[in-house]
Nanobody, 117 residues
Framework: QVQLVESGGGLVQPGGSLRLSCAASGIIFSSYVMGWYRQAPGKQRELVAAMTSGGSTNYADSVKGRFTISRDNAKNTVFLQMNSLKPEDTAVYYC???????????WGQGTQVTVSS
């Protein structure tokens, strides 16, 4: 059974920081591209950041310089460090695992991030 479990979401003021974690099981973690997506109310789900096992990364333009994706292959965990948070970052954040761009995506249940004063 493939399982991705996100944690670390919550309420934070603009300019604050949060660190999201995603613990994976049921996959050979080091073989997968891991990513973070988000979905705001009434909007499409969008890619936030992704990272290959070898360390290559991609970020949405809206988060470059503020968010950092990392992974610990020994612990089967991927992280998203979010700094300088803005109200427009408010969304449900989902963990994603995919063997490659053509593979089937695996999804976590999501964790709510709310940025508000």
């Amino acid at each position: 059974q493939v399982q991705l479990v996100e944690s670390g979401g919550g309420l934070v003021q603009p300019g604050g920081s949060l660190r999201l974690s995603c613990a994976a099981s049921g996959i050979i973690f080091s073989s997968y591209v891991m990513g973070w997506y988000r979905q705001a109310p009434g909007k499409q789900r969008e890619l936030v950041a992704a990272m290959t096992s070898g360390g290559s990364t991609n970020y949405a333009d809206s988060v470059k310089g503020r968010f950092t994706i990392s992974r610990d292959n020994a612990k089967n965990t991927v992280f998203l460090q979010m700094n300088s948070l803005k109200p427009e970052d408010t969304a449900v954040y989902y963990c994603n695992a995919r063997i490659d761009v053509f593979g089937t995506s695996r999804w976590g249940q999501g964790t709510q991030v709310t940025v508000s004063s």
